[in-house]
């Protein structure tokens, strides 16, 4: 090529990592949210080193002993015990292990679920397209708690069950998500090209359309990761979910339910953990979506 | 004379517009009666504005679209459902924007590789990688660019990626969608370069939609100029830009604006709008538009008339 | 005394990797009536200039300048309060999309009567009068009835009619035209730039034309300056560019027009405009320049005399023997 252009100097542009990086650190609450999640992430994984007791041992002897600060407490047992004997921090270190189960199977589940039936929809013709929408507009009418307790009720109450019906409940946002998203990309000129190409259908959704729609369903996947350890939490407490003595958030603080007014340490600590966790992913997932969302970036 | 890779006849192509729970719905006429030929080597424009039906024709070229009547033959095998596999390698299409075309989550090597894996499976992936890296060379880029994503490139570079990625399978065919129009001035020299060498080097047939009259000028051999889905006007280049027998083609000419102060040409005013394609006034749709326009523009649609210089006017010149 | 006088202007903006310069020394000196054409390739910074003027540059970016005064005023130490006053009233512009300028929900007779309303504080009676004459003004046919019209009701050429009518509402002493004709269709850009042309003369409005297309310059505009990765290398009377273009970019832009070649082979200008991370030491047209030599590549070139059009070049082609003495 005798006037091809062969630039003098080529000098490397930021990757897509750093420029991420970037945007997600100009927003300090998301890098606060990060740190947290981390540090809950960190306590889940290696929980048996760090719990001082086993979640269910009872210490019969120290029966709703106070935290370690006020009168009657002791260092030993650093956030009080519960009406059984068992140590609060321990039981608390390990219902993140519960909770982070939760968020990761709901998000595996509700993503792989939403974003197929997602495609489907979006590269359907318009009947199904149609009966698709509409069933999914049944599911998110019901109101969300409602429907996971019927699904609980009619699958038998057990944390595995609950995580199954919270899953099924936040379908339908992926599916909305990946079908919009899927509906703006497939009409643009290199979806065009690669059917031009001769790629088939399969192809054009999987490997063309889906890659550039993943965005928006990352930031999805942030907030219903919360979602979820909130709903757990939530049937949890009515009895539909984690069957005690099982140390989640939400058995405890049913559990603790008599002794609100003589033993505040037992409520207030696992509603604590929960608030911090949920708040600090919400804090997260907004970071997410400012660094990932093409349309709030300055150039 | 050789023998045309591409005949098309009297292609023709609809679009129903739902007209929603109560309306009615309409048919956009966007393509009607588009006849021609093109040689291996040469170079065809089709020149319109917006609405004229020359994006809809390369879609229908370029097997996207099936068109709801005519038909055309590529490189002797009539295009239809039963031969769209077959003929997929024949005919490819480089679009005008080329920060769309590319798809943004694929290295450039994977752009360039996409339409052998999907055509040619057997190949092997060394093999496969080596076409890759040798058009890369041949529109002008580096091998090393190979593994960059489309956003580390400059719009020019991107649409050499557009132009090789259409060659990969060895076209005979290219269409070209406006394929400098989103570029700027310098780059624009630059790509129309490109084609004209690998149109050289690889005796490719273009069909070149574009609605910038001086880069056709300079690079067509025969034009068409569409109105409204219609072709107006077919002529060799010469005869066409000496002198035009449709009215319309010469206020398009003369609305284009030269780059030369020097020259205070009197311009023909068009007065109106375009009509848009969905209610397309009966007998010439250039009519309404038209400062020759007769009774008999509004009643009576001229057809083509033959010859070399092809005009669809009541009263060519 | 002239009507806008910016000396020196520059214009940063911070991003991911650092901040980048995207006008680097912008000068303009313009007189009531001047129909001035800014050209330039995408990236040259032609239409931030203009925004930083008008105080409608994000936060990212820092404006820097020695002078910068319109119309008696000082742009740069004007209150925000005051500079709304000035803008859309005495400085105006028109963008390059007019499907997306104007506000879908709103039909375009609330649009220019609200203009009107925060500007010139007309009655509503008055108002719409006003509105209807400016239609008019500008060509739309039936303006009375197109008042009430959206804007996805109309098409382009129509919409761009009511973006200049909205811009010559408050009869502005400037309108910047940004790229005013480059979403339009052929015949619909001769209309919009004879309106543009035909309005000029009528009010005696200065004409800033911001534009890529050769051709729209060549018959539309008296001066032009050719602006290259944010700097302006050339400024002259536009027969004069034409003919006799002092700075090696211009003359290499010319040469590329197709309508201009004379072989199958267009001359071209190799590599692309320097971005944020490959901006040259020296000359910024240096590393695509024909003639450059050592000294380009390493030491700023100066900005010329007028009689070599402001050329900001080592080695200006087309001077005469007079001009060089």
Not at chain 1, 162 to 177: D, E, G, M
């Amino acid at each position: 090529m005798s006037d091809a252009t062969l630039e003098a100097v080529q000098v490397e542009r930021p990757g897509r990592l750093k420029e991420f990086w970037y945007y997600f650190r100009e927003n300090r609450g998301a890098v606060i949210g990060l740190y947290v999640f981390l540090g809950v992430f960190f306590v889940a994984v290696f929980a048996p080193l760090l719990a001082p007791y086993d979640p269910t041992e009872q210490f019969r002897d120290h029966l709703l002993q106070p935290p370690f600060w006020q009168e009657g407490g002791s260092l030993s047992y650093a956030l009080g015990t519960d009406a059984l004997g068992r140590d609060l921090l321990s039981r608390l270190i390990y219902g993140a292990r519960f909770s982070f189960f939760v968020g990761v199977v709901v998000v595996v589940i509700a993503t792989t679920g939403g974003i197929t039936i997602g495609l489907i929809a979006g590269f359907a013709p318009r009947w199904l397209d149609t009966i698709i929408m509409r069933l999914m507009d049944v599911i998110l009418a019901f109101p969300s708690l409602l429907l996971a307790l019927v699904l609980v009720a009619v699958l038998g109450p057990s944390l595995l069950n609950a995580v199954i019906a919270i899953a099924i409940v936040l379908q339908p946002h992926y599916v909305r998500l990946t079908r919009a998203s899927v509906i703006s990309e497939r009409h643009k000129d290199y979806v065009t090209s690669a059917k031009v190409a001769g790629a088939g259908r399969l192809r054009l959704m999987f490997v063309t359309v889906l890659p550039n729609c993943l965005a928006p369903i990352i930031v999805q996947a942030a907030l219903s990761f919360s979602n979820a350890i909130l709903d757990v939490a939530a049937l949890g407490f009515l009895g539909m979910g984690a069957q005690p003595p099982t140390p989640e958030w939400g058995t405890m603080l049913a559990e603790a339910r008599e002794f609100i007014l003589r033993a505040w340490w037992v409520v207030t600590f696992p509603g604590l953990a929960i608030l911090i966790t949920v708040l600090a992913i919400n804090l997260m997932g907004d970071g997410l979506r400012d660094a990932l969302d093409p349309k709030l970036k300055r150039s | 004379m050789s023998e045309p890779v591409l005949v098309a006849e009297n292609l023709t192509q609809e679009y129903v517009l739902k007209g929603g729970l109560f309306g009615q719905d309409r048919i956009v006429r966007a393509l009607t009666g588009a006849s021609f030929a093109l040689e291996p080597g040469k170079t065809l424009a089709v020149v319109g504005e917006s609405g004229c039906g020359k994006s809809t024709l390369a879609r229908v070229i370029t097997m996207i679209e099936e068109p709801v009547a005519g038909s055309f033959v590529l490189d002797g095998t009539p295009a239809g459902p039963d031969t769209l596999a077959a003929l997929r390698t024949t005919v490819q299409i480089v679009f005008q924007d080329p920060f769309g075309s590319l798809n943004p989550r694929q290295r450039c090597g994977q752009i360039l590789e996409e339409p052998l894996i999907i055509n040619a499976p057997e190949m092997p992936a060394a093999e496969r990688t080596r076409r890759a890296r040798e058009m890369l060379t041949l529109v002008g880029l580096r091998p090393e660019h190979y593994d960059r994503y489309p956003h580390m490139f400059s719009g020019g570079q991107r649409q050499r990626i557009a132009v090789g990625r259409a060659l990969m399978l060895e076209p005979k065919v290219l269409v070209l969608d406006e394929p400098v129009s989103a570029l700027d001035l310098s780059i624009q020299s630059q790509i129309l370069n490109l084609l004209v060498d690998l149109q050289e080097r690889l005796g490719l047939a273009y069909l070149f939609i574009s609605h910038d009259l001086s880069v056709v000028k300079h690079i067509a051999d025969d034009v068409i100029v569409m109105y409204l889905g219609r072709p107006v006007e077919i002529a060799p280049k010469a005869d066409l830009f000496d002198h035009q027998r449709h009215p319309y083609t010469k206020a398009l000419l003369s609305a284009t604006p030269m780059a030369d102060p020097t020259l205070r040409k009197q311009r023909i005013k068009l007065v109106g709008e375009l009509p848009s394609p969905v209610n397309i006034p009966d007998g010439c749709p250039f009519a309404p538009r038209c400062w020759k326009a007769e009774a008999r523009c509004r009643t009576e649609r001229p057809e083509l008339d033959q010859g070399t210089h092809r005009a669809a006017c009541h009263f060519p010149e | 005394m002239s009507l806008l006088e910016v000396r020196n202007l520059s214009v940063d903006f911070a991003t991911t990797s650092g901040s980048f310069r995207a006008v680097d020394g912008f000068d303009l000196t313009l007189n009531p009536g001047d129909i001035t054409a800014i050209v330039g390739e995408s990236g040259s910074g032609k239409s931030v200039a203009f925004l930083a003027m008008m105080g409608l540059l994000p936060w990212t970016a820092t404006i820097t300048s020695d002078a910068m005064t319109f119309d008696g005023h000082d742009l740069r130490a004007i209150s925000p309060r005051e500079r709304r006053k000035i803008v859309g009233k005495d400085m105006s512009m028109i963008f390059q999309e007019p499907m997306t300028s104007l506000n879908p929900c709103y039909t375009v007779g609330f649009q220019i009567k609200e203009a009107l309303r925060i500007h010139l504080g007309m009655d509503r009676k008055a108002r719409h009068a006003r509105a209807v004459e400016l239609f008019e003004q500008v060509g739309i046919p039936a303006a009375e009835t197109r008042l009430s019209a959206f804007p996805h009701q109309m098409s382009g050429g129509m919409n761009q009619r009511v973006m200049i009518a909205m811009a010559i509402a408050c009869k502005p002493k400037m309108l910047i035209a940004d790229e005013p004709t480059t979403a339009l269709d052929v015949t619909i850009q001769a209309q919009i730039l004879e309106l543009l042309k035909s309005l000029q003369e009528e009010t005696g409005m200065a004409l800033v034309l911001i534009t890529h297309d050769m051709g729209v310059v060549a018959e539309t505009a008296q001066q032009v300056s050719v602006q290259y990765a944010g700097q302006k290398c050339e400024q002259q009377e536009v027969t004069a560019l034409f003919s006799r273009p002092h700075h090696p970019y211009t003359a290499a832009l010319l040469a590329a027009l197709p309508e201009r070649a004379t072989t199958k082979h267009l001359p071209t200008i190799p590599g692309v405009v320097p971005g944020q991370f490959d901006r040259p030491k020296g000359c910024l047209f240096s590393p695509r320049c024909s003639i450059a030599t050592d000294l380009c590549g390493t030491t700023p070139p100066p900005v010329g005399g007028p009689e070599i059009g402001f050329a900001r070049c080592h080695f200006p082609i087309n001077v005469t023997a007079e001009q060089s003495a």
